[in-house]
């Protein structure tokens, strides 16, 4: 069983809509979530971190973990057209130098 | 510009051709890693580097080599490429690693072993 597990999609919606996008993790250890965006051609960049259980919102994006159920979900409210791309979840044990585990990704589509 | 460069971005080759990825970044960063991300797999990490001359091994290092002699450089090495390392690969940069720094991707090498 992979430690992190993430719907491939793709995930296609309309503009204007709100989507969810999930992981869910096997390792309890885990204190540290973060998503990333990966556009077409590109390497990911880092759209939010939270630490262990609760809500964080930034602008059109929130992101929200569950560690009793061991699964965390980034929201995007009024998904736009330049949304379009793939976002990887990941994660990682403690601060300082500590691996990294990234979820496969899960491609969106907003469509105009 | 912050940034982190990769060379090259396309790279064909045959099995068992010696090869470098080159990686660089302009942000005095400490921390460096290389990866590889494959479909259905996600992003895996080959080794990372705390600091110059201190490396160590990620998820799958087989088949590769680092070295970091100077702070901006980090190259990912294939002494004997296989058809099983085709894949894309990203090298990351972080301050120091921590949580809250964020890790900058290059824009990734896309290789293929023929």
């Known amino acids: 069983q992979k430690e992190v597990e993430q719907d491939p999609g793709p995930l296609s919606v309309p503009e204007g809509a709100i989507v969810s996008l999930n992981c869910t993790y096997s390792?309890?250890?885990?204190?540290?979530f973060m998503w990333y965006r990966q556009y077409s051609r590109k390497g990911p960049e880092l759209l939010m971190y939270t630490y262990s259980s609760g809500n964080k919102e930034d602008g059109r994006f929130t992101a929200q973990v569950d560690k009793s159920s061991k699964y965390i979900s980034l929201f995007i409210r009024d998904s736009q057209p330049s949304d379009s791309a793939t976002y990887l979840c990941a994660m990682k044990k403690g601060t300082g130098f500590q691996k990294l585990v990234f979820g496969t990704g899960t491609r969106l589509l907003v469509s105009p | 510009e912050a940034q982190v460069t990769q060379n090259p971005r396309y790279l064909i080759t045959v099995t068992g051709k010696k090869l470098t990825v080159t990686c660089s970044q302009n942000?005095?960063?400490?921390?460096m890693s290389w990866y590889r991300q494959d479909p259905g797999l996600g992003l895996r990490q080959i080794y990372y580097?705390?600091?110059?001359?201190?490396?160590d091994k990620g998820d799958v290092p087989e088949g590769y080599k680092v070295s970091r002699k100077e702070k901006r450089n980090f190259p990912l090495i294939l002494e004997s490429p296989s058809p099983n390392q085709t894949s894309l690969y990203f090298c990351?940069?972080?301050?120091?690693?921590?949580?809250?720094?964020?890790?900058?991707f290059g824009p990734g090498t896309r290789l293929l072993v023929l």
């Open positions: 390792n309890s250890a885990f204190q540290y």
């Open positions: 580097s705390m600091n110059v001359e201190v490396t």
């Open positions: 942000m005095n960063h400490e921390y």
């Open positions: 990351a940069s972080s301050l120091s690693g921590g949580i809250q720094e964020t890790q900058y």
